[in-house]
């Protein structure tokens, strides 16, 4: 209790720190005021891709049982706001109740896809969603951040601000703290750790497809198979980074769970979930890769489906090396530029100086 009560009096501390002086320069000013909440309609749209980004990273297919409860574990979230978003998924179709009264899945929509037609709020989310995460990236938003401090940094409302963390909540790069604060979760956020991850995948999904237990159900691998055709085609029309990273990370997470074997499962939904952030920028940055990138994932699933699970091992290591070099490139590019568009002179001229 008292570990419990010390940790809150820090979390107070601290963000009242970050919101006093880490954002204080260059900061736009905002107005006081009433600051109106997102719709819970928002909310319930915006958990509803979040929902079914998790069905598909999952390896779910149709039939699949889906509950309020696991889901709202998942997605670090309470059973009200997923009860409200799979309302909304039962009337597009993507769920559908059994005579019992449960829920399953009856068709996975297409990675990204928007329920509802996007509102200028909406708009103006994405676009504070890509600047706040290209800051986080570049290593200038702190650990531990409050609303406040972010409104005053990109003036915006308070309800715009919340509306994104809620985003951010919901694929897992952000938690709540005590005090209104919220701290950004470890993530792969630059060359290193994008280094130590990389070498981490290298040495468990290609072993992934070699387990003796490894089976991709058929539906599965029709589903990879059009999804990354579907990315092919589109490939000249920049795709959302986010459906792209969606597609892709569902591609390799379906394999490890095929290996059934449940700790390469549980490592790569944990993996996913570290290099969301990195990944939606390098994937901005680096589109020329795209079209390459699914041929690869699907010289991969041809040579699964032809049973030949040591070459389907071979084509996945080879993907995974051509990629690293690129993109640490990339992350490290971000991060410079990053820097100098933020950076602050340490010192400022004498005010007497300058009207002297």
Not at 1 to 29: H, K, Q
Not at 123 to 146: Q, T
Not at 148 to 177: F, Q, S, T
Request: aromatic share 6%.
């Amino acid at each position: 209790m008292a570990w419990t009560f010390c940790a809150w009096l820090i979390d107070v501390y601290l963000i009242r720190i970050n919101d006093e002086r880490v954002f204080a320069s260059g900061a736009p000013s905002w107005q006081k005021g009433s600051m109106p909440r997102p719709s819970a309609a928002a909310l319930h749209r915006g958990l509803a891709r979040s929902i079914t980004d998790h069905l598909r990273a999952s390896g779910a297919v149709p039939g699949c049982g889906v509950g309020e409860t696991a889901l709202a574990q998942a997605l670090g979230t309470s059973r009200a706001p997923v009860r409200g978003a799979l309302h909304l998924l039962l009337q597009a179709g993507t769920l559908e109740r059994m005579p019992t009264g449960r829920l399953r899945l009856r068709q996975l929509p297409a990675a990204g896809t928007e329920l509802g037609v996007p509102s200028e709020e909406d708009d103006a989310a994405e676009r504070l969603y890509w600047r706040m995460a290209a800051d986080r990236l570049g290593g200038v938003l702190p650990d531990l951040v409050g609303e406040a401090a972010l409104m005053r940094r990109y003036d915006a409302p308070r309800g715009l601000v919340h509306k994104v963390l809620l985003h951010m909540l919901g694929e897992g790069w952000i938690e709540r703290r005590p005090a209104g604060a919220w701290r950004f979760v470890a993530l792969i956020e630059g060359p290193d750790s994008y280094d130590e991850a990389y070498r981490f995948r290298r040495s468990i999904e290609p072993a992934a497809l070699l387990e003796p237990g490894f089976a991709l159900a058929a539906p599965v691998l029709e589903r990879l198979r059009q999804e990354q055709e579907d990315l092919l085609q589109r490939a000249d029309t920049s795709p959302d980074p986010r459906e792209v990273f969606e597609a892709n990370a569902g591609f390799h997470l379906a394999l490890l769970e095929a290996s059934n074997n449940r700790f390469f499962a549980d490592a790569g939904r944990r993996m996913t979930r570290l290099r969301r952030v990195a990944t939606y920028y390098l994937i901005s940055t680096d589109r020329a890769r795209l079209p390459t990138q699914s041929r690869e994932h699907l010289a991969i699933l041809e040579r699964i489906d032809a049973g030949d699970q040591v070459g389907a091992a071979a084509l996945l290591t080879r993907h995974l090396d051509d990629q690293h070099a690129t993109k640490m490139r990339l992350l490290a590019e971000a991060k410079h530029a990053v820097h100098q568009l933020t950076r602050v002179p340490t010192s400022q001229p004498d005010k007497a100086k300058q009207e002297s």
